[in-house]
């Protein structure tokens, strides 16, 4: 089945980890977004990439790192600048066009201990 | 970035029509106007997307005002399972500063009763 998938779906790490969430989409979209979700909040940006070997920095970048190598392949280091890294983080895809719509993962809960 | 604003909460009886409010008054004339749902501890889901017409789909119809400074989204019969939180969302299609963003606002929780 196409679709985006999110590895793993819980993730716990001590602080001062950096730590890597993979997202793959078997979509062939050109664009993906990664998100970070704080309880009872929306999502916030962390970065967005709409071609292969390029991206560029959203809202909340700060302590986040991306690669885009790959069509297929987007992950998001949380690095150790990350002052508060515990969230639920979101990926989505789409073919790039604001007229189509964006397809999501069903999220990383990372817990920072 | 266009900015949408929606009520923070809503409610329905079962079996009846939601509609739920948009407004974007900073709205340019290339942004298209999305809605987007979340249900808890999941990722969002595609609702429903448009221009300048209204938009029917299986999920829900959007209409657009004719300013398109301001759009509702309409559950025509609401059920339990679409209790979720709710976002209106403008993507910019003109290639400016903002093209491929999808920047998502805080939604309107839409609380269901049985």
């Known amino acids: 089945d196409g679709g985006i998938t999110q590895s793993p779906k819980y993730l716990f790490r001590k602080e001062g980890q950096n730590v890597t969430l993979s997202c793959e989409q078997n979509l062939n979209h050109d664009a993906m977004y990664w998100y970070r979700q704080d309880p009872g909040q929306g999502l916030r940006l962390i970065y967005y990439s709409q071609i292969v070997n390029d991206f560029q920095k959203g809202d909340i970048a700060e302590g986040y790192s991306v690669s885009r190598e790959k069509k297929e392949s987007f992950p998001l280091t949380v690095t150790s600048a990350q002052k508060n890294p515990t969230a639920f983080y979101l990926c989505?895809?789409?073919?790039?066009?604001?007229?189509?719509?964006?397809?999501f993962g069903q999220g990383t809960r990372l817990t920072v201990v | 970035d266009a900015k949408t604003t929606q009520p923070n909460s809503m409610e329905s009886n079962e079996e009846e029509p939601v509609h739920l409010p948009c407004n974007h008054s900073t709205i340019s004339g290339t942004d298209y106007i999305h809605w987007y749902r979340q249900l808890p501890s999941q990722g969002p889901e595609y609702v429903i997307h448009?221009?300048?017409s209204n938009v029917n789909n299986r999920m829900a119809s959007l209409a657009i005002a004719e300013d398109r400074k301001s759009s509702t989204l309409i559950l025509h019969r609401a059920t339990l399972r679409d209790a979720a939180v709710y976002y209106c969302i403008l993507r910019d299609a003109a290639g400016g500063t903002s093209y491929g963003k999808l920047t998502f606002g805080q939604g309107t929780i839409l609380t269901v009763h049985p």
């Open positions: 448009g221009l300048t």
């Open positions: 989505a895809s789409s073919p790039g066009r604001s007229s189509t719509e964006a397809f």
